[in-house]
DNA sequence: TTCAAAATTTACATCGCTGTAAAAATTACT
DNA sequence: AGTAATTTTTACAGCGATGTAAATTTTGAA
């Protein structure tokens, strides 16, 4: 009998009269067991309790059935639905996941990509924030990786985001349908160099040139970084140096929130005198007041498109990289409602 | 020269022409190395880019390095906050952190206590929200674990929680300071039957005892479930009912949010006409308008205790059960602001 | 009944690393 | 210099499971 805590295979065996393998086979419901011999193992494993050993089963087999999601931070609505939706979907697929915080570092996120220690998990999901393309694919020593979002994507690596040109169009356009004529971008964050912001800003010009409106670089508003504190510090600064506009697509819910602060505080009715549009279409935007209209990414596709494409990765699909389209839609709220209950 | 894809530590030794375990001594910063020694082998480890494997690792030394976090829902305001702490505290004491959504199931959760029979990992926090006490107790099995929350606490297992009692007595102080004579508590959700409803409520009590104050059950409001829209539904069904009231104690900050658009639904001003105080402090509480009070756990600390604690069960302390109680404070925003500003 | 083919079961090497105990090299002390 | 004490390095047996190939039993056809 085994001296130490844990029932192994062998004590299976033996207390069935059986060999390692013919236990084995029964874990792993092997097809060709006899009923009898099925039931016999089956029997001692119950009275023995035992349970198999993963990291024996993982240094045999070579593969450890988690993937890691490296995301920016946890505490942040967008990301950790995210999270709940690649947890879920790996799941489904009979993988779990680690979440490892990056803190928008560099730094760390470089460590994310070299895997100092291997062997910990399968694959990768990671939204870069920071990183670029090229330092990405000199990193990458081969294991199976899917990239998120717009701040990263080399040709060589899978990649999934939605649109955000033509979301950012759809947007505008949602705001010129309800009469604005003057809409602002909050914001150009001064450290979002190659991201989101150009596609989204690009998105924005071309609703309004559509539309036949002038489209004012004062109305782009840079912020400063990724906080609402600096998002409600620069619209309240233009709004005082005297920037009239009746329409704001926001970059983000956060900023959306700061939006909502800084008009208040200057008096400034939503929807009425200006109509507002955030980006994420997380739990904040439901709970403002007003609530806000949102860019809605469908992030439980992103997610399962994400686990689908690492799996196919790490079952050794090798081609070049796939770039993919996730869908989305616009959640309308009272921020900037349908025309019919404007 | 190895045939796979991995560079093992006896690729390394050769290459080095020395034994496995002195590349291993190095590996570890063993003292016992000499200097030239170190070097060589260091080298060695470059020049082939050598990663130990933690699977083989672990198989020796029986230890993962990773912890498990249990909780409910990740994409929730109060429990991604608790994920990040944890996961940072825990970092910062060489451990990884996978996290596991219990969706609040009975099932799920004990599918979490069961599962750490199987050596995923070394140790088990976990927040339980449907499990009982007596059900933790019978299925643990002396692997350690640190529960969070006021939902189980089973004397023989270590356990962190604010004090609740005090919390909910110290917010219904302020909101008497504030000259309120009729507060409110939302809610008392149905199915919350032993956790924390019945000790803020006995805090809520002896608050208004203390102040002489006559305590109303019909200002203690029952609400379906944990959404905010039975929030938002029971309170609004009381203020259409009549009930009068000057002040509300809310459960957590999701119904705070929701007693502020019942109240705003209604024509009902905050803070002039009700004071509002939500719990949990999350970012939801400061993005409202107007921002919510909150009592304040600190997460932090109760992420640290909570990896502390869980190291020292994994290091082999096995006394009683520890319960201890993590600080907190009451956030003092606009909905509940102090009296010299109210 | 006999023998080849197919279905079950077995034995054991192997995954990559670490712990142990022993060997070798170095240092310290008469 | 000679021997004991100490430091450094080595050899190799596991950790607990799985994959392979061989051994055994069962099945089917002649």
Chains 1, 2 share one sequence.
């Not at 989204?200 to 071309?206: D, F, I, N, P, V």
Request: hydrophobic share 45%.
């Amino acid at each position: 009998m085994n001296t130490g805590k844990g029932v192994r295979l062998i004590d299976v065996a033996r207390h069935a009269g059986v060999s390692m393998k013919t236990v084995s086979n029964v874990v792993h419901n092997y097809q060709h067991v006899t009923p009898q011999m099925r039931e016999r193992v089956q029997e001692a494993i119950e009275q023995l309790g035992y349970k198999p050993n993963l990291t024996a089963r993982r240094l045999v087999t070579g593969k450890t059935g988690m993937i890691a999601l490296a995301i920016p931070e946890i505490n942040h609505p967008y990301f950790s639905t995210i999270a709940d939706a690649v947890v879920v979907a790996a799941e489904a697929r009979g993988l779990r996941v680690i979440i490892e915080q990056t803190d928008g570092k560099a730094e760390r996120e470089l460590a994310v990509l070299r895997d100092r220690e291997a062997g910990l998990v399968d694959g990768v999901i990671f939204q870069p924030a920071k990183v670029s393309s090229l330092e990405i694919t000199e990193v990458q020593q081969g294991t199976p990786l899917v990239l998120l979002g717009e701040a990263a994507m080399p040709l060589s690596v899978d990649h999934i985001m939605i649109d955000n040109v033509e979301a950012a169009r759809v947007s505008v356009e949602h705001l010129i349908g309800l009469g604005r004529k003057r809409i602002a971008f909050l914001g150009a964050v001064v450290e979002d160099k190659a991201g989101a912001t150009v596609r989204r800003l690009a998105g924005y010009q071309a609703a309004l040139e559509a539309a036949g409106l002038f489209s004012d670089s004062d109305l782009v508003i840079q912020v400063q970084d990724f906080t609402p504190g600096a998002a409600m510090a620069a619209l309240s600064q233009a709004i005082e140096a005297g920037l009239k506009f009746d329409g704001i697509l926001c970059r983000d819910d956060r900023f959306a929130v700061a939006a909502l602060q800084a008009l208040r505080a200057h008096g400034i009715t939503v929807p009425e005198e200006v109509a507002i549009i955030g980006w994420d279409n997380t739990e904040l935007a439901a709970y403002t007041n007003p609530a806000a209209s949102s860019v809605a990414p469908d992030k439980t596709a992103i997610a399962e498109m994400a686990v689908d494409m690492l799996i196919e990765r790490m079952n050794g699909f090798s081609g070049v990289g796939r770039h993919r389209l996730a869908p989305f839609s616009l959640a309308i709220r009272e921020s900037a409602p349908t025309l019919s209950s404007s």
